[in-house]
């Protein structure tokens, strides 16, 4: 669904409904950190104009799958993403509930200190870094999509990754569990 859909759908549900408080749950992923800052952005400006509550967000670190853990980005590009979400956090945390300032600082801490993102993720960041190309060149051509939307800093260390071409490539059937390899 494209934003500004949701973001109408989310006006006329607040304008329209009764209830007290609207919550925005918020999968943190390697990709999303890129854009963070402008979605928060945004529910500042709807808390303005609709009341402190109105929406609130609500942060969920996403674990697995482990190619798409904030944390399964590079150091260079984890603390360029924590960096500028601290510079933001510092001039709006005002803006937000203590909940929400408590989420956020949780995000900061976990990009800064967290290594892996579960206790069974592969510890060589190698392999996450070939999972996360090889999942968005498919995603690309499926969707007909284009990588090439997230900053220069994502993008160009992206292309830096060699894909494992020893994975068997397997064509989608009719949905039945047959010749399932082992």
Same mark, same amino acid.
């Given at each position: 669904?494209?934003?500004?859909?949701?973001?109408?759908?989310?006006?006329?549900?607040?304008?329209?409904?009764?209830?007290?408080?609207?919550?925005?749950?918020? !999968?943190?992923?390697?990709?999303?950190?890129?854009?963070? &800052?402008?979605?928060?952005? *945004?529910?500042?400006?709807?808390?303005? =104009? $609709?009341?402190?509550?109105?929406?609130?967000?609500?942060?969920?670190?996403?674990?697995?799958?482990?190619?798409?853990?904030?944390?399964?980005?590079?150091?260079?590009?984890?603390?360029?993403?924590?960096?500028?979400?601290?510079?933001?956090?510092?001039?709006?945390?005002?803006?937000?509930?203590?909940?929400?300032?408590?989420?956020?600082?949780?995000?900061?801490?976990?990009?800064?200190?967290?290594? !892996?993102?579960?206790?069974?993720?592969?510890?060589?960041? &190698?392999?996450?870094?070939? *999972?996360?190309?090889?999942?968005?060149? =498919? $995603?690309?051509?499926?969707?007909?999509?284009?990588?090439?939307?997230?900053?220069?800093?994502?993008?160009?260390?992206?292309?830096?990754?060699?894909?494992?071409?020893?994975?068997?490539?397997?064509?989608?059937?009719?949905?039945?569990?047959?010749?399932?390899?082992?």
């Amino acid at each position: 669904m494209d934003y500004q859909v949701w973001r109408e759908n989310l006006i006329y549900f607040m304008e329209n409904a009764k209830f007290r408080s609207v919550t925005i749950m918020m !999968t943190i992923t390697s990709v999303c950190l890129f854009s963070i &800052t402008d979605f928060l952005d *945004d529910m500042i400006l709807l808390k303005k =104009q $609709y009341g402190h509550n109105r929406p609130m967000v609500d942060l969920n670190i996403l674990r697995w799958p482990s190619f798409m853990s904030p944390i399964a980005l590079p150091d260079h590009i984890k603390e360029y993403c924590r960096t500028n979400l601290l510079n933001w956090f510092t001039v709006n945390r005002v803006h937000l509930t203590e909940g929400e300032n408590a989420q956020i600082q949780r995000l900061i801490d976990y990009i800064e200190v967290v290594e !892996t993102p579960h206790r069974r993720a592969a510890t060589d960041k &190698t392999y996450l870094h070939n *999972d996360l190309k090889s999942f968005y060149q =498919q $995603y690309d051509l499926r969707r007909n999509k284009d990588i090439n939307v997230f900053p220069a800093i994502f993008t160009d260390w992206l292309k830096t990754i060699e894909i494992d071409k020893t994975i068997p490539i397997r064509l989608i059937g009719n949905g039945a569990i047959t010749n399932y390899d082992k």
